[in-house]
Each structure stands twice: as structure tokens, then as C-alpha cells.
């Protein structure tokens, strides 16, 4: 099994940066691929950014002003700038691991005031 901690959120004024860490423990060796997620309540958990084997994905929303980085075994970080108040969500993190389900955070709020 994975366990995955998520740190970093807060509240942060229009315009203003976050950087979220997201922490992995256990069978890290089968994780894959490492994805910071984010919900609104009353939506479905939308995928912003991945990173997997040195490759990086990011939703449109996101590209140009989210930045994932770090090891998917070890620490995975997302940098937000430019926030807006519709990045306003719990955002967790989310590990794929081979032959195995994908595991998620607690989540950790972060609130963009206008």
C-alpha cells in the first residue's frame, strides 16, 4: 500500500502563489505516476497536473501557471502562481501504482480570495 500526505494549502489573494507538497510512504518502488487532483464541492475531482517518467501533463486551465515537479517515490510538489479564485478547491494528491488501485490524500484546502 501507499500512503500519501499532502501539505502547503492556505488562503492566498487573487494573484498570489502556493507551492503544495505531496509526500509518498510505503510500497513507493510501484508507484508510477504522480497526479495532483482538486475538487469543488458538489463536482467531480478533476485531474490539474501529472507527472510520470520525466513527462508532465497539465489540464488547460492550469498550463502556464501550475508547475509539477519532484519524485513520484519521494515528494511530488505542484507551484501555483497567478491563482484565481476558481482554483479555489481541495486538492489532493493521487498516486498510480502498478497492478494496484490508485491511492489518494487526506487533501489539503485552498482557498483564492477575490
Not at 484565481?84 to 484546502?109: I, L, M, R
Request: aromatic residues 10%; charged residues 15%.
Amino acid at each position: 500500500q501507499v500512503q500519501l500526505v499532502e501539505s502547503g494549502g492556505g488562503l492566498v489573494q487573487t494573484g498570489g502563489s502556493l507551492t503544495l507538497s505531496c509526500t509518498a510512504s510505503g510500497s513507493v518502488d510501484s508507484i508510477y505516476r504522480t497526479g495532483w487532483y482538486r475538487r469543488v464541492p458538489g463536482t467531480q475531482r478533476e485531474l490539474v497536473a501529472s507527472i510520470a517518467g520525466g513527462s508532465e501533463w497539465y489540464r488547460p486551465s492550469a498550463e502556464g501557471r501550475f508547475t509539477i515537479s519532484g519524485d513520484n517515490k519521494g515528494t511530488v510538489y505542484l507551484q501555483m502562481k497567478s491563482l484565481k479564485p476558481e482554483d479555489t478547491a481541495v486538492y489532493y494528491c493521487g498516486a498510480s501504482v502498478v497492478h494496484g488501485p490508485n491511492y489518494f490524500g487526506e487533501g489539503t484546502q485552498v482557498t483564492v480570495s477575490s
